[in-house]
């Protein structure tokens, strides 16, 4: 009899932009349960399980891998260490990672004056040893928070229209 559980959906960010992904949390756990540690050769394992549920561009495959990458080794390190979540966020009943509200962060209008990493409370920018800085910990944006745009001088932050939010109300009260 086949699994009825739906499949994770996560955003991640691949190269500069979101992308929606189905399945990771099953891939990441899979290879998790066969000890296989983050690494770069592990990053076509990583595209070819992904593709399983998800479209990857082959012109855009070494920016998913870097990103899956990315993502796995965060997952690892977490299940190592003991820290992974146990609770799912989520924002008015739906589960955060299928809400997309989070920074896009154009690197190449960085400065790394860092005042949106000192800003935010909450983790979600991190800085390079190039000195500039990126998204590290998109989904603990919280939702409809936009001040660092303001702070950016350089516009190199940018988040979805608010818009997004209030059609992800709307649908969520249709549906019930």
Known sequence: MPDDKPLSYRQ???GRFPAGLTGLDEVFEALYQLNLPPSDELGSQLIQRARQHN???ESA???FSAALLREYRAFYEAE????APVKRETWQGIPRE????FPVLDETL???CDKCLRF???GVYAKRESGTV???QSLKCVVGCDACVRLCTHHAIVFPPRSVLATLTQSRVIRL
């Open 55 to 57: 479209y990857i561009p």
């Open 80 to 83: 190592r260490s003991g820290t």
């Open 12 to 14: 991640i960010i691949v």
């Open 98 to 101: 299928q809400v997309p509200w």
């Open 61 to 63: 495959e070494a920016d």
């Open 120 to 122: 935010c409370a909450n």
């Open 110 to 112: 960085c400065d790394g």
């Open 134 to 136: 990126y998204v590290a």
